[in-house]
């Protein structure tokens, strides 16, 4: 029998979310700027039959401008945003969680959609989460279903839930804005915005260019940085009965990765993730040099949304999309390796038969296999390792809604093409004593591989009402084919198909009165098989089956004039758990040969119940309260491939809390914030310390960290050579705690110092 864990940290902060309700208090919290023509949510979600929470303007004031728009979603209900970096500047270790559902290196079971377009995958490898398309500055809000999610959401990761960030829309004003952020670890930003106003009596549109960078958190000197370059414009027309609007976003990024750690490195150290911050020509050293462990990614995303207004009853959209990403990948492996065929022959190309690593050549530039007793004569070599990212896709979202008497018929269909390539090569360090400049030209190219993918999905949904009832039914499915051409080896080509059963979903929300109503919800959720799977030497995908997961929800929302209230209990049966079996290691560094990092496995069923809360309440003028609360527990259902029955699974909080109290004023703002995360295991895939065996362990210690925000807003009028000036201050981890941020089962995220930053922003 599952059970929750309750402190009295958790008891309290309960008690502080139903006192207002007792008080018997009143809610009608606007809690985004209200812009034209986007709906305005409260943070406790629409009404909806399943459960969803949005972030409003004030979880931007807790965030640095510099900050990752992933963030945003961190308090919300049951969402736990782990990252390694002091301002989200990692892609290799951004970890979310999710009711016991993760994004994270090994695995993608979180939808993302950008204004409802599919981001193409989260993976790290050839993945794009929702920070290479958006400046917070451009978010309207973000919207997450926890659990279930809009039965039109087009994504092939969402088995337990969808996050949608929604950017804002251009100003019917023209005018423009500059700001400039300055802040820890050599922090700094440039961004600019230009909204020209109505054009042509019919379209708005703005142009935004933000240019960032920061160095890690970690060592100091040559410890690495983030550089960031990133665009986006957006245009809406309203013609009569059609409105048009079209989006484009550019974002080209060079993070240096930051290096996972266990527990026991945690507690020695938890200021140093074991990379290094100077060169010192000792390769072995080197491979942890900070400045060679690398994200580069560039992604470019356009999309095209009309809507039609048919008749008052008919209503229809069509939205095409492109995507656009290159990227690269790398390390400093210790070595040089000499592959060779079948015959002993030295090849350039493919795996081969053997591969034999060296560190050294001899006068004549020939490798030197094998230890040598001397190497005074000899050179030391390395390698500077490029795994290459390729992606391509091209796709159409379409929507139709009939109302018809008390019927809201809802159909559409889903349709992508996708080609990514992947390629691996090597590069010899010119002088490993000097720096990693590596020649240009690969000695060694280890895979290249092409990988296809086509999706269909297809939706239909009645929405049923019955005077203060309302009945949900849907009914989507996926078809999704994949496959791979191995352009070394055709014997490694493959396909798979990973298509859906029928999946349905039910759903009642009951108004009990203005202000209260309660909601039901079944569905099922899908997770396709990934293209990942296939690129994986000697997998046996064919034993692979695809994720599934059967999500039940009750929950009740309370609008009022000053208070927004929601409570949802949740149980899910999460089937066919597919993860990523740890990459070896060897004396705690990778294992560069590997072509994926890790085997693909089934480790059987996951059952999750919980509960989670929110709170949005205006108890004053100026003054407001938001506060989450969730509570989790996810065990194994099955013992199979190391993981046992009734054990917790890994990496997944069980209890959290977060509370925020904002002012502001119109002039003035200022707020504080605190989450509270409990105790919880980090790992669970059994281990064996002698004779005995060990299955939940690495207890990660809780933590509760603070952040605050201040600012000024000052209108100078429109005679002034400005029109009006704001100033910001944001402090994130105000006590300076060292704590595990996130990470995956068995290597976890040092959560960052103390970090400050500060903004001024001109509009004109």
Same mark, same amino acid.
Request: aromatic share 12%; proline share 2%; glycine share 8%.
């Given at each position: 029998?599952?059970?929750?864990?309750?402190?009295?940290?958790?008891?309290?902060?309960?008690?502080?979310?139903?006192?207002?309700?007792?008080?018997?208090?009143?809610?009608?919290?606007?809690?985004?700027? /209200?812009?034209?023509?986007?709906?305005?949510?409260?943070?406790?979600?629409?009404?909806?039959?399943?459960?969803?929470?949005?972030?409003?303007?004030?979880?931007? @004031?807790?965030?640095?401008?510099?900050?990752?728009?992933?963030?945003?979603?961190?308090?919300?209900?049951?969402?736990?945003?782990? #990252?390694?970096?002091?301002?989200?500047?990692?892609?290799?270790?951004?970890?979310?969680?999710?009711?016991?559902?993760?994004?994270?290196?090994?695995?993608? #079971?979180?939808?993302?959609?950008?204004?409802?377009?599919? /981001?193409?995958?989260?993976?790290?490898?050839?993945? !794009?989460?929702?920070?290479?398309?958006? =400046?917070?500055?451009?978010?309207?809000? $973000?919207?997450?279903?926890?659990?279930?999610?809009?039965?039109?959401?087009?994504?092939?990761?969402?088995?337990?839930?969808?996050?949608?960030?929604?950017?804002?829309?251009?100003?019917?004003?023209?005018?423009?804005?500059?700001?400039?952020?300055?802040?820890? /670890?050599?922090?700094?930003?440039?961004?600019?915005?230009?909204?020209?106003?109505?054009?042509?009596?019919?379209?708005?549109?703005?142009?935004?260019?933000?240019?960032?960078?920061? /160095?890690?958190?970690?060592?100091?000197?040559?410890?690495?940085?983030?550089?960031?370059?990133?665009?986006?414009?957006?245009?809406? &027309?309203?013609?009569?009965? $059609?409105?048009?609007?079209?989006?484009?976003?550019?974002?080209?990024?060079?993070?240096?990765?930051?290096?996972?750690?266990?527990?026991?490195?945690?507690?020695?150290?938890?200021?140093?993730?074991?990379?290094?911050?100077?060169?010192?020509? =000792?390769?072995?050293?080197?491979?942890?040099?900070?400045?060679?462990?690398?994200?580069?990614?560039?992604?470019?995303?356009?999309?095209?949304?009309?809507?039609?207004? %048919?008749?008052? @009853?008919?209503?229809?959209?069509?939205?095409?999309?492109?995507?656009?990403?290159?990227?690269?990948?790398?390390?400093?492996?210790?070595?040089?390796?000499?592959? $060779?065929?079948?015959?002993?022959?030295?090849?350039?190309?493919?795996?081969?038969?053997?591969?034999?690593?060296?560190?050294?050549?001899?006068?004549?530039?020939?490798?030197?296999?094998?230890?040598?007793?001397?190497?005074?004569?000899?050179?030391?070599?390395?390698?500077?390792?490029?795994?290459?990212?390729?992606?391509?896709?091209?796709?159409? &979202?379409?929507?139709?809604?009939?109302? *018809?008497?008390?019927?809201?018929?809802?159909?559409?269909?889903? *349709?992508?093409?996708?080609?990514?390539?992947?390629?691996?090569?090597?590069?010899?360090?010119?002088?490993?004593?000097?720096?990693?400049?590596?020649?240009?030209?690969?000695?060694?190219?280890?895979?290249?591989? =092409?990988?296809?993918?086509?999706?269909?999905?297809?939706?239909?949904?009645? @929405?049923?009402?019955?005077?203060?009832? #309302?009945?949900?039914?849907?009914?989507?499915?996926?078809?999704?084919?994949?496959?791979?051409?191995?352009?070394?080896?055709?014997?490694?080509?493959?396909?798979?198909?990973?298509?859906?059963?029928?999946?349905? !979903?039910? +759903?009642?929300?009951?108004?009990?009165?203005?202000?209260?109503?309660?909601?039901?919800?079944?569905?099922?959720?899908?997770?396709?098989?990934?293209?990942?799977? *296939?690129? &994986?030497?000697?997998?046996?995908?064919?034993? *692979?089956?695809?994720?599934?997961?059967?999500?039940?929800?009750?929950?009740?929302?309370?609008?009022?004039?000053?208070?927004?209230?929601?409570?949802?209990?949740?149980?899910?049966?999460?089937?066919?758990?597919?993860?990523?079996?740890?990459?070896?290691? %060897?004396?705690?560094?990778?294992?560069?040969?590997?072509?994926?990092?890790?085997?693909?496995?089934?480790?059987?069923?996951?059952?999750?119940?919980?509960?989670?809360?929110?709170?949005?309440?205006?108890?004053? #003028?100026?003054?407001?309260?938001?506060?989450?609360?969730?509570?989790?527990?996810?065990?194994?259902?099955?013992?199979?491939?190391?993981?046992?029955? +009734?054990?917790?699974?890994?990496?997944?909080?069980?209890?959290?809390?977060?509370?925020?109290?904002?002012?502001?004023?119109?002039?003035?703002?200022?707020?504080?914030?605190?989450?509270?995360?409990?105790?919880?295991?980090?790992?669970?895939?059994?281990?064996?310390?002698?004779?005995?065996?060990?299955?939940?362990?690495?207890?990660?210690?809780?933590?509760?960290?603070?952040?605050?925000?201040?600012?000024? @807003?000052?209108?100078?009028?429109?005679?002034?050579?400005?029109?009006?000036?704001?100033?910001?201050?944001?402090?994130?981890?105000?006590?300076?705690?060292?704590?595990?941020?996130? +990470?995956?089962?068995?290597?976890?995220?040092?959560?960052?110092?103390?970090?400050?930053?500060?903004?001024?922003?001109?509009?004109?």
């Amino acid at each position: 029998m599952r059970h929750f864990r309750l402190k009295a940290t958790t008891l309290a902060i309960a008690g502080i979310l139903s006192a207002p309700l007792l008080a018997q208090q009143s809610n009608a919290n606007e809690n985004i700027s /209200n812009e034209s023509d986007i709906e305005v949510l409260s943070v406790v979600g629409k009404r909806v039959s399943y459960a969803n929470n949005s972030t409003d303007n004030n979880s931007k @004031q807790l965030q640095p401008a510099i900050g990752n728009v992933l963030d945003l979603v961190d308090a919300l209900p049951g969402v736990n945003v782990g #990252q390694g970096d002091a301002f989200g500047g990692d892609d290799y270790t951004t970890t979310i969680s999710l009711r016991g559902f993760v994004i994270d290196r090994a695995d993608q #079971q979180l939808g993302i959609t950008v204004d409802g377009v599919p /981001n193409g995958g989260s993976a790290y490898a050839g993945g !794009s989460k929702a920070n290479r398309y958006l =400046d917070s500055e451009n978010t309207q809000y $973000v919207e997450v279903g926890q659990g279930s999610a809009d039965i039109a959401s087009a994504s092939l990761d969402a088995l337990g839930g969808t996050l949608n960030f929604v950017s804002n829309n251009p100003l019917a004003d023209k005018g423009a804005k500059a700001a400039y952020s300055s802040g820890s /670890n050599n922090a700094r930003r440039y961004f600019a915005r230009f909204d020209t106003g109505l054009l042509f009596d019919h379209t708005t549109a703005y142009f935004s260019l933000s240019d960032s960078f920061a /160095n890690r958190w970690i060592g100091s000197g040559s410890n690495g940085a983030t550089e960031r370059l990133h665009a986006e414009a957006k245009s809406i &027309t309203e013609l009569d009965k $059609v409105r048009i609007t079209a989006r484009l976003s550019y974002d080209d990024a060079n993070e240096d990765n930051y290096d996972y750690r266990s527990l026991e490195q945690f507690r020695q150290n938890p200021h140093w993730d074991g990379l290094t911050s100077a060169w010192t020509g =000792d390769p072995d050293i080197d491979q942890n040099f900070a400045e060679a462990w690398s994200t580069l990614r560039e992604n470019t995303l356009l999309h095209v949304k009309t809507e039609f207004d %048919i008749t008052e @009853q008919l209503e229809a959209d069509i939205t095409p999309y492109l995507h656009w990403q290159n990227g690269r990948g790398d390390w400093l492996p210790p070595y040089q390796v000499y592959a $060779v065929d079948s015959n002993g022959q030295l090849i350039s190309k493919g795996n081969g038969a053997e591969r034999i690593t060296y560190n050294y050549i001899d006068a004549n530039g020939r490798p030197v296999l094998g230890s040598p007793e001397d190497s005074s004569a000899l050179t030391r070599v390395s390698s500077y390792r490029h795994t290459h990212y390729e992606k391509q896709r091209y796709g159409v &979202t379409a929507n139709l809604q009939w109302t *018809l008497a008390q019927h809201q018929i809802r159909a559409g269909i889903w *349709l992508e093409q996708q080609e990514r390539s992947q390629i691996r090569d090597w590069h010899k360090v010119i002088d490993p004593k000097v720096y990693h400049y590596f020649d240009q030209t690969p000695y060694w190219v280890q895979f290249d591989d =092409d990988y296809d993918q086509d999706v269909v999905k297809y939706y239909l949904q009645d @929405q049923i009402s019955f005077g203060d009832l #309302q009945l949900n039914l849907g009914l989507q499915q996926y078809l999704i084919d994949i496959s791979r051409t191995d352009n070394f080896d055709a014997s490694n080509n493959g396909k798979l198909d990973s298509d859906s059963d029928l999946l349905p !979903s039910l +759903g009642l929300v009951y108004r009990l009165t203005d202000t209260l109503e309660a909601f039901a919800g079944y569905s099922e959720n899908f997770k396709a098989i990934p293209d990942t799977i *296939l690129n &994986t030497a000697g997998q046996d995908f064919a034993q *692979l089956e695809a994720e599934t997961a059967e999500n039940y929800e009750l929950g009740i929302r309370y609008f009022g004039e000053t208070l927004n209230l929601s409570a949802t209990y949740y149980s899910i049966d999460f089937n066919n758990r597919i993860t990523l079996l740890a990459y070896e290691e %060897i004396d705690d560094l990778p294992d560069y040969l590997t072509e994926l990092d890790g085997t693909f496995v089934n480790v059987g069923g996951v059952e999750s119940d919980g509960f989670e809360a929110s709170l949005d309440w205006r108890f004053a #003028q100026n003054w407001s309260l938001t506060s989450s609360l969730t509570l989790n527990s996810s065990e194994y259902s099955e013992t199979i491939n190391g993981y046992r029955a +009734g054990d917790k699974v890994a990496a997944i909080p069980e209890q959290m809390l977060a509370s925020a109290l904002h002012y502001n004023d119109g002039h003035y703002r200022a707020g504080i914030s605190a989450k509270y995360t409990g105790e919880y295991y980090g790992a669970a895939k059994r281990s064996t310390s002698g004779d005995v065996s060990v299955w939940n362990r690495d207890d990660i210690p809780s933590s509760v960290i603070w952040n605050a925000y201040f600012g000024y @807003q000052h209108d100078l009028g429109n005679n002034a050579m400005f029109r009006s000036a704001d100033l910001a201050l944001t402090l994130n981890n105000i006590t300076d705690k060292a704590y595990i941020s996130g +990470g995956q089962e068995g290597a976890y995220l040092l959560g960052a110092d103390r970090t400050v930053s500060f903004s001024v922003a001109l509009s004109f």
